[in-house]
């Protein structure tokens, strides 16, 4: 089993900055892409950015139109970690956040998308 688990999360003013993180563990042999989702209610969920590994599922950052230029994904695989950097923070970001990793499992080796359970942010103008 693989367990992702997001922190960081909280209540901000507009203009303010956050950093999310999301910590995989369990049966992991290695991580391939992952991302951060955001569903605000009454809303779908909906993809912010992600980011590839540089190898199985190749070499990309992408982001929504709606963050560019204002958040930033990373990842440390040393930690299995990711994060999400987020700054010019607006009402409008308002969501619980998500994150997803494609992960390569230790003993079957397959690679499966797992979630975790979000991490609400709330922006206050």
């Known amino acids: 089993q693989v367990q992702l688990v997001e922190s960081g999360g909280g209540l901000v003013q507009a203009g303010g900055s956050l950093r999310l993180s999301c910590a995989a563990s369990?049966?992991?042999?290695?991580?391939?892409?992952v991302a951060w989702y955001r569903q605000a209610p009454g809303n779908q969920r909906e993809l912010v950015a992600s980011i590839g590994d540089g190898d199985y599922d190749g070499d990309y950052t992408n982001y929504a139109d709606s963050v560019k230029g204002r958040f930033a994904i990373s990842r440390d695989d040393a930690k299995n970690t990711v994060y999400l950097e987020m700054n010019s923070l607006k009402p409008e970001d308002t969501a619980v956040y998500f994150c997803?990793?494609?992960?390569?499992?230790?003993?079957?080796?397959?690679?499966?998308?797992?979630w975790g359970q979000g991490t609400q942010v709330t922006v206050s103008s």
């Open positions: 369990g049966r992991i042999f290695s991580i391939a892409a």
């Open positions: 997803s990793a494609h992960v390569k499992e230790y003993f079957s080796g397959s690679y499966v998308w797992n």
